[in-house]
């Protein structure tokens, strides 16, 4: 069974940091795109990064560029979302998730999600 657990998340002075961990299980992961997406209440899920398994491509959303970095660990199918400068518009549930192609809205797996809540 295929199972994606994020955590690290919680609440966060506005221009703090946390750092979010997945974990993946049950399948190999080689070769798949990891990544994490956010949703806010009243707003559609979000992309936030993404990157490959060899790290030769990173990507992330325009609203996180330069606050948000995304690594991974391969030899623990983990990837981190490192959050710095958090501002309240961040604060939303982060949802890791797993794909053997693109990170979009239809990747083929999904975490339960971690909360961030950033107060101002």
């Known amino acids: 069974q295929v199972q994606l657990v994020e955590s690290g998340g919680g609440l966060v002075q506005a221009g703090g940091s946390l750092k979010l961990s997945c974990t993946a299980s049950?399948?190999?992961?080689?070769?798949?795109?990891m990544g994490w997406f956010r949703h806010a209440p009243g707003k559609e899920r979000e992309f936030v990064a993404a990157?490959?398994?060899?790290?030769?491509?990173?990507r992330y959303a325009d609203s996180v560029k330069g606050r948000f970095t995304i690594s991974r660990d391969n030899a623990k199918n983990t990837i981190y979302l490192q959050m710095n400068s958090l501002k309240p518009e961040d604060t939303a549930v982060y949802y890791c998730a797993a794909d053997p192609k693109y990170i979009t809205s239809t990747a083929a797996y999904w975490g339960q999600g971690t909360q961030v809540t950033v107060s101002s």
């Open positions: 990157r490959t398994w060899s790290g030769s491509s990173t």
């Open positions: 049950g399948r190999t992961f080689v070769n798949y795109v």
